[in-house]
């Protein structure tokens, strides 16, 4: 609580900072602009009055005054307002700039492999040693080994380390000790664009965008054509949904998605990720939030677009993986277990006992 509470207050204080110039510069700008007006009219009243009186300037001419005056009173006016909304904007600019210009501590390298390199290369976990700042040690010496072309399940309990080991993949953060080798060589040493390039993620939260049906496929590869943006559709099972629209592929989905259900976001992700055709597939929680139907039509489609890549797939719902190559059970930070969905089971051991309690046949 704290914690939270001093992040709060610093974010609060940076925003406060942020906004103290932009206020100060409208609190006197605005009255500044009044003041002029009113000097500028009173001016103008007075100093052409006497004039027109001395005769020196035609009534007409002293009329024609007043009413250009006054039709100026209003712009001069909204000039002080667009000032104090072109300083409030500035003021939210600097705090954008300042995120896009934060450094990256990633060491960005230089090896950029080949597709089909990469396509036949395992990934290794070597002696891997991870923690988070002032947090206890996640990982301690882990070593894992994921062959290509094969789906790998990952379960375990909250807090297992499954989030920390596709953090580790995506080089979202880098292990204290050991390394993560892919192609024969260390994350450290790929250019980050190469890397992400090779990785398809779908996560249990989608990220789509306000655009339109189309347009959040295409984010998978911007050069596609519509026959690849339909085969990917497709293949996710959700062509049949949008040919029922009556925009259909040109459809807005609205921010986040909010018009579609949770299982249509997913498998617009996986279209996406379908699209994208990276060497691994990432799905994280992917089916965690949907129903049995819609959990069996995103399976169908995850088995087929993983027979030509490496899919590593992290799931609570353990009828998600049972399918899989290799299920690797992770108890805190350790690979507890290993095999497959028929081993494990009669192994009798962690993975067992979550299979009973998940599909009710514990006695």
Same mark, same amino acid.
């Given at each position: ?18 906004? +103290? +110039? ?9 009255? *500044?602009?009044?003041?002029?007006? /009113? ?15 001395? !005769? ?5 001419? &002293? ?25 409030? =904007?500035?003021?939210? #600019? ?10 990256? #501590? *990633?060491?960005? @390298?230089?090896?950029? %492999? ?9 990934? +290794? ?23 290509? !072309? ?11 380390? +499954? ?14 000790? !050991? ?6 060589? @260390?994350?450290?040493?790929?250019? /980050?664009?190469? *890397?992400?390039?090779?990785?398809? *993620? ?16 295409? &984010?998978?590869? %911007?050069?596609? #054509? ?21 925009? !259909? ?8 998605? $909010?018009?579609?259900? @949770? ?12 699209? $994208?055709? =990276? %060497? ?23 088995? $087929?677009? #993983?027979?030509?890549?490496?899919? /590593? ?24 277990? $290993? ?5 494990? /089971?009669?192994?009798?051991?962690? &993975? ?7 599909? @009710?046949?514990?006695?």
């Amino acid at each position: 609580e704290e914690m939270e509470a001093s992040r709060v207050e610093e974010v609060s204080n940076e925003y406060r900072n942020a906004n +103290k +110039k932009a206020i100060r510069l409208s609190a006197a700008f605005v009255p *500044l602009i009044r003041m002029a007006i /009113l000097c500028g009219f009173t001016a103008t009243l007075l100093i052409g009055g006497k004039m027109t009186l001395d !005769g020196e300037m035609a009534v007409g001419a &002293y009329s024609v005054l007043v009413f250009m005056t006054q039709r100026l009173l209003w712009p001069l006016t909204r000039l002080g307002e667009t000032f104090d909304l072109y300083q409030r =904007a500035m003021a939210s #600019s600097n705090r954008i700039l300042d995120l896009i210009e934060t450094p990256v #501590s *990633l060491i960005d @390298g230089d090896f950029d %492999p080949k597709r089909k390199d990469v396509v036949q290369s395992s990934i +290794k976990f070597e002696d891997c040693t991870f923690s988070y700042p002032g947090r206890e040690v996640i990982f301690s010496g882990l070593n894992l080994e994921i062959t290509p !072309g094969s789906t790998v399940g990952v379960v375990g309990a909250t807090g297992a380390g +499954k989030t920390t080991l596709l953090r580790m993949m995506l080089r979202f953060c880098d292990p204290i000790s !050991g390394k993560v080798e892919w192609c024969g060589k @260390g994350l450290e040493e790929w250019k /980050l664009e190469s *890397l992400r390039s090779s990785i398809a *993620l779908v996560e249990q939260n989608v990220t789509l965008f306000p655009a339109t049906i189309k347009e959040n496929i295409l &984010y998978g590869k %911007p050069n596609a #054509s519509d026959a690849e943006v339909e085969e990917a559709a497709k293949v996710a099972e959700i062509s049949g949904f949008i040919d029922t629209l009556p925009e !259909g592929w040109s459809t807005l989905i609205g921010e986040g998605g $909010k018009r579609l259900s @949770g299982g249509q976001r997913q498998r617009l992700a996986i279209a996406r990720a379908i699209i $994208k055709d =990276a %060497p691994l597939l990432i799905l994280d929680e992917a089916t965690s939030a949907v129903d049995n139907e819609t959990e069996a039509a995103l399976q169908r489609s995850i088995q $087929k677009i #993983s027979n030509d890549r490496t899919t /590593l797939i992290v799931a609570h719902r353990l009828s998600t993986i049972r399918n899989a190559d290799e299920i690797i059970v992770l108890d805190n930070g350790k690979i507890v277990e $290993k095999g497959t969905h028929d081993i494990l /089971l009669n192994h009798d051991g962690v &993975y067992a006992k979550l299979w009973s309690v998940q599909t @009710g046949s514990m006695t």
